[in-house]
Every structure is written in C-alpha cells, then in structure tokens.
C-alpha cells in the first residue's frame, strides 16, 4: 500500500519524488581478449549501419550513449581520430497487454545470445492519466568495433517496457534510463542477462 500511495503524490505533482519502475533487461558479449581496450582511449558514436530508426528519433539515445562512454573513461573523438566506433541502434514497438514480445538475438563474432518473450520484464507506473494499457516497448543496441578493422570488442542490448504514457516513455527520458543499464558494471560478464532496476526523479510541472 505504501508503494501504491507514493505513486499516486508522484502523479498529483509533488517535487523531488521518485519513481521505482523497471527493471531494464541487458545482455552483453565481451570479446575476452580485448577486455584491456574497453573504457579507455578515444571513441566516436554513430547510427548503426542498416538502422531503420529516423535521425531524429535515434539523436537522444546516441547523446545518451555518449554521455555513458565517457564516464567510463572514453573520450570522445571525430570519425578520424577515433579508436573505437560505437555503432547504435534503437527500435520501438506500441504493445498492447495481451500482446508478447518476440524473441530476437544478438552476439559478438560467432556467439549469440537469445532474449526470452519479455516474461519479467517491468512496466513502469502510470504517471500520464487516461487508463491506456498500451506499453512503449524500446530496444537499445550498442556495438564497440575497432575503428580499424571492424573487429567486435563488445556489444549489448537494453531491453525496456513501460507504459505508454510514463515519463519514462519520454524519449530524453528513456533514452537516458536504458544507456545507464546497459553500461552499469561495464563492461559485464560474457553471455549474461541481468536486470538492472530503474530510478527515476519525478519533478513537478508547472
């Protein structure tokens, strides 16, 4: 009941609350031999190649990506000068709740990892009114290549369910909460899922 009731001042306006939602499902393959290059030396952040997604759509979530990368001690670079390229990509679906996510994959070089129906996955606390039961259902790609020969030296996936009309639907928003998860305890443990757990600060509108 505590829980239920703190969520319902956050949704009347009260500042400096804060909202448990989540958790974000990450996996990440790390190429073992090359453990020693991650988190240093200069990167530069780009669309995937193949990305579907609009420039503009995927603009926070590349900002968010690079934000994370440098707190972990890259520094970010030009095309040119950098030594690493971290490629991105994002997708976002609309779920209705009778409706279950499809199974996708990703890996480094060879391995591939296998991501489960959604089955756990959080659903974030409703914060926008109106009763909808549809989800925003994100997915955050993340690869680190050599910038010289393309070799893979780690890559990751975000996966995040929230209700469509959260603040955590909100593009900054969201963009933000996924590149945190996906690059807490980096660079992680080759081949495992974990779920991280989502903080956020609810501010009151004026």
């Known amino acids: 009941m505590r829980h239920i009731a703190f969520a319902f001042a ?5 500042a400096g609350c804060a909202v448990q939602t989540g958790p974000v499902q990450v996996t990440r393959f790390v190429e073992a031999s090359m453990q ?8 530069f952040v780009e669309t995937a190649p193949g990305s579907e997604t ?11 990506v690079a934000r994370e990368l440098v ?8 095309r040119a000068e950098a030594g690493q390229v971290a490629h991105v990509r994002m997708s976002q679906d609309v779920i209705g709740a009778a409706q279950k996510r499809g199974p996708v994959s990703v890996g480094v070089g060879g391995s591939t990892g296998s991501y489960g129906s959604g089955v756990g996955l959080g659903i974030g606390i ?5 009763g909808s039961s549809e989800q925003l259902s994100t997915g955050l ?31 900054a928003q969201n963009a933000n909460v996924m590149a945190e998860a996906l690059f807490r305890a980096f660079p ?4 495992e899922t974990v779920e991280v757990p989502v903080q956020t600060a609810v501010q009151k509108s004026e």
């Open 141 to 171: 790609e993340v690869m680190i290549r050599d910038a010289q020969t393309g070799k893979s030296l780690w890559e990751g996936r975000a996966l995040f369910d929230v209700a469509s009309q959260s603040i955590l639907a909100d593009s």
């Open 71 to 78: 707190a972990l001690g890259y520094r970010e670079t030009s």
């Open 188 to 191: 992680g443990n080759n081949g």
């Open 10 to 14: 956050c949704a009347l306006g009260l």
């Open 126 to 130: 409703n914060l926008g009114g109106g």
């Open 36 to 43: 020693d290059r991650l988190g240093t030396g200069t990167i």
């Open 54 to 64: 609009e420039a503009r759509a995927l603009a926070p979530y590349k900002a968010a």
